[in-house]
């Protein structure tokens, strides 16, 4: 496949002690890759590397919350970053992702997108089906949601009254997502969602869980895992 108008895109904001501190690995992959950072280590950590580092000078107030809030709004919104918003397609990743299949990625892009015009492309949940409280009752493990337990228990509740299903089809993780930057339907999809996430909280996939129903026609959830080593077991 001739190249596509594709970029690569990751973030970490936090200090040395934050578990998200990583760098995936692209050494073998031929489209640009940024990697948005404000910390000072994982800059220069990324001039040894190929990927495009963009240090941010920004302070937090705490290496939990106000960080991850941050980053989220990078995750859900790349239209607004003068870098990546003139991109055909996008692609975001986690920071812990082990090495990608750039050939997996590029025939889903010519399948959903080129061929059938869908906008966004995510994993199924792995291990969580069909029903938001079981993303939430899975979260409560995690000492940064469950700090925050009480805000995401009241925006479900919100959610269902205002006519949602807390009972759906699928359910999605937000660790990679493949978007068609062309579709008309994306900056919507992208601005919705990161607005339930200002609401919601850090735990972008309670927010996700909901908006989905907003936009299914234009949604594709896969199975597979986009990593060149289909086993591996460094990452769910």
Not at 53 to 69: A, H, L, R, T, W
Not at 103 to 126: C, G, S, T, V
Request: hydrophobic fraction near 35%; charge should be neutral.
């Amino acid at each position: 496949m001739s190249n596509l108008n594709l970029a690569f895109y990751s973030y970490f904001f936090g200090s040395n002690d934050n578990p998200g501190f990583a760098i995936p690995i692209i050494e073998n992959l031929k489209y640009k890759c940024y990697y948005y950072t404000n910390n000072k280590t994982i800059f220069e950590k990324l001039k040894e590397t190929n990927w495009i580092g963009i240090f941010i000078e920004k302070e937090f107030e705490d290496d939990i919350y106000s960080c991850n809030m941050f980053g989220k709004h990078l995750k859900a919104m790349p239209q607004e970053y003068k870098e990546i918003k003139d991109y055909d397609y996008l692609f975001f990743f986690d920071s812990k992702f082990p090495e990608l299949n750039e050939k997996f990625i590029e025939d889903n892009i010519q399948k959903y997108f080129i061929n059938d015009n869908k906008a966004l492309l995510l994993r199924y949940h792995p291990c969580i089906t069909n029903h938001v409280m079981y993303e939430f009752n899975l979260s409560m493990f995690q000492p940064r949601y469950y700090n925050e337990r009480e805000r995401y228990y009241n925006y479900i509740q919100k959610q269902v009254a205002l006519g949602f299903k807390d009972i759906d089809d699928y359910h999605c993780a937000t660790s990679y997502l493949l978007r068609n930057m062309k579709h008309p339907k994306i900056i919507e999809l992208n601005s919705t969602w990161y607005n339930n996430i200002q609401e919601c909280g850090i735990q972008c996939q309670i927010s996700f869980f909901f908006v989905k129903q907003l936009f299914k026609n234009y949604i594709v959830p896969i199975k597979e895992r986009p990593f060149k080593d289909i086993n591996t077991t460094l990452y769910y």
